[in-house]
């Protein structure tokens, strides 16, 4: 079997694709280093600087003006798809810390997209099941609980439009998704993965971008 592309991301080719996508912003870049700043044991769980860029183009792609969003943190990928949606578009962000999202909200803020995100503080399980249940969501994007994704998905999937998209975050799951003995997070991301390419309903592809990220159309 071939193994296709062997480059490997050094610290300065990264730094190289970083300098060839849309820049962040001023409140983008001041919202990272805040997380690493005040959270640096968790600052992990912040999306990838790239991802950003990522999902404001995702969101112009497809049109996206109703998103829903599985896991705020400090707000990154929240604050980069909501600047990408029209005026009139809603995000409804699910989260279950008050202090993280704290700092979510003060981002928002600044770049003038607060009224634009509905933060719902939750378990998401509870605000997923609460919403309409006809098709109505244009783009999900999913980054947290991984032991509880398959939940999450069955959820969204139902409530996607037709061409909708769900983008999954941590789908590589730092490599640990090879281990046949993996347990926790791990072992989630493994059935998560296996349970999104058996599905008919979508389309999916998963991509080697950061900790690795799944991308699923709905037929």
Not at 155 to 184: C, I, K, M, S
Not at 185 to 207: K, T
Request: charged fraction near 20%; hydrophobic fraction near 40%.
């Amino acid at each position: 079997m071939t193994k296709g592309n062997s480059t490997k991301i050094t610290d300065e080719l990264y730094q190289y694709m970083l300098a060839h996508n849309p820049p962040l912003d001023e409140v983008q870049r001041g919202l990272v280093a805040t997380t690493y700043e005040v959270f640096p044991e968790s600052a992990g769980m912040q999306s990838a600087e790239e991802q950003g860029p990522l999902l404001a183009f995702l969101v112009r792609l497809t049109g996206a003006r109703h998103i829903v969003e599985i896991g705020t943190f400090t707000g990154f990928s929240s604050l980069s798809m909501a600047q990408a949606m029209p005026a009139d578009g809603r995000l409804i962000a699910c989260d279950i810390s008050e202090e993280w999202t704290a700092y979510a909200r003060e981002a928002w803020a600044k770049a003038g997209v607060a009224d634009r995100i509905d933060l719902r503080i939750a378990p998401a399980l509870e605000t997923l099941r609460a919403m309409p249940a006809e098709p109505h969501i244009d783009m999900a994007y999913m980054d947290a609980d991984k032991q509880s994704q398959i939940a999450y998905w069955e959820e969204l999937v139902p409530r996607l439009r037709p061409g909708g998209l769900l983008v999954t975050d941590n789908t590589l799951y730092h490599g640990q998704v090879l281990d046949p003995a993996a347990t926790g997070g791990a072992a989630g991301v493994q059935a998560y993965n296996d349970h999104v390419v058996a599905d008919p309903r979508m389309e999916s592809v998963l991509l080697g971008i950061s900790d690795g990220i799944t991308l699923s159309r709905k037929r």
